[in-house]
């Protein structure tokens, strides 16, 4: 007789294999938020921890589901946060001044 808890695991861990534009939809079925196709793909592209694509021909770009919203789910949100500015917090001023001067400060006034 067949283990009926394995032939299910199996079943669950399958991947569900998804492209970029189906995404959207499958957010908001997840009850998560739904995000455009144009910011999943910034996000394939830029983000190291989103999911590699389970396969990649051309620009077509198939995923895995599961990993897909496992990552989402994950993800923390920092709406407004200006991370352009980041490494200028990490690095210190090599010579003692302050990088904030203000949009109006001008070289010969330090």
Avoid at 7 to 25: F, H, K, N, S, Y
Avoid at 36 to 44: D, F, T, V, W
Avoid at 82 to 108: H, I, M, V
């Amino acid at each position: 007789m067949p283990d009926s808890t394995g032939e299910a695991g199996r079943e669950a861990e399958a991947p569900r294999m998804v492209t970029i534009p189906q995404m959207p939809a499958l957010l908001e079925a997840a009850g998560l938020k739904k995000i455009g196709a144009a910011r999943l793909r910034q996000l394939a592209a830029e983000d190291a921890d989103f999911p590699e694509p389970i396969f990649s021909n051309g620009r077509t770009r198939v995923f895995d589901w599961n990993a897909v919203e496992r990552y989402l789910r994950k993800r923390v949100l920092a709406q407004g946060e200006r991370t352009d500015l980041q490494k200028q917090r990490e690095e210190p001023p090599s010579d003692g001044e302050t990088t904030d001067q203000g949009p109006n400060a001008s070289p010969g006034s330090r």
